[in-house]
């Protein structure tokens, strides 16, 4: 899962259990995955926005 993610496929998830310290890195690279979505999606958003407004 870190390389597909390192290679920019971000709708790879993992299934985690525990609360030792891997459990909770992989529950921070998932947090890090989903806002990077979200910023993505915000800027792609924004920029057809702005492309409609400049034609």
Do not use: T, W
């Not at 947090?31 to 993505?40: A, C, D, P, Y």
Request: aromatic share 4%.
């Amino acid at each position: 899962m870190p390389s597909k993610i390192a290679q920019g496929d971000l709708s790879q998830e993992a299934n985690v259990h525990g609360n030792n310290e891997i459990a909770q890195l992989a529950r921070s690279f998932q947090s890090m995955s989903h806002n990077l979505k979200e910023m993505i999606s915000h800027v792609l958003s924004y920029v057809r926005c702005g492309c409609k407004r400049l034609r």
